[in-house]
């Protein structure tokens, strides 16, 4: 049995959409937990409820959509995009590309039904690696390689995504959060 019943993960998606949903932003925000108040720090993270089942199709697509258009001239997907102050296409957190979190997008764009979008950022992704080797994180704008060299995580992602064709996985699993119908 799961560790987490249905009702209980429904709940969850539902306070999750409810407290850290920005339709403004089009993306979820971090909340001060001591203020309540979101914080107006746009992150890659904010699409993360993508991979986490927690949003239903129509969103998904327009959170991506809306993602890629602030980001225009970046490799996909930047950990921030290039419209925040604090951006920088190099500098760890702050914008560059992670293989890691662009798994995580296609992975759940691919769950979710947006094959096509999920495959785009799988082929981007698989096209970063073989420019640039299997590094920590890339670059945004160039595709540079940054940090550990040989990094396993981005070569095991990767591995898992040419082995494991976006729209060809056995067996797809799908999450089940209550978060499909709105």
């Known amino acids: 049995p799961p560790a987490v019943s249905a009702e209980a993960l429904a709940v969850f998606a539902r306070a999750y ?9 089009q993306m979820f925000l971090d909340v001060d ?3 309540g108040r ?4 746009h992150t890659l993270m904010g699409l993360m409820a993508i991979y986490a089942g927690v949003v239903d199709v129509q969103t998904a697509a327009m959170m991506l959509r809306a993602y ?6 970046c490799r996909m997907l930047p950990s921030v995009p290039p419209d925040q102050p604090r951006f920088e296409s190099s500098r760890y957190h702050r914008g560059p590309v992670w293989i890691q979190s662009n798994w995580m997008a296609a992975r759940g764009l691919e769950d979710l039904g ?6 785009a950022l799988a082929d981007a992704t698989i096209e970063l ?14 595709g540079k390689p940054a940090g550990a060299s040989d990094f396993s995580w981005t ?5 898992d995504l040419l082995h494991r064709p976006i729209g060809h996985k056995p067996n797809s699993r799908k999450r089940e959060m209550g978060s499909r119908k709105r």
Do not use: F, H, M, N
């Not at 959409?17 to 932003?25: A, D, E, G």
């Not at 080797?133 to 160039?142: K, L, W």
């Open 17 to 25: 959409r409810k407290l850290l949903w920005s339709q403004r932003s």
């Open 155 to 159: 070569a095991a992602l990767t591995l």
């Open 129 to 142: 690696v073989r420019e640039s080797g299997c590094y920590e994180y890339y670059d945004a704008y160039s």
């Open 38 to 41: 979101q914080l107006p720090v």
């Open 33 to 35: 937990i001591k203020t």
């Open 114 to 119: 947006l094959i096509d979008e999920a495959r």
């Open 68 to 73: 890629e258009a602030r980001s225009r001239g």
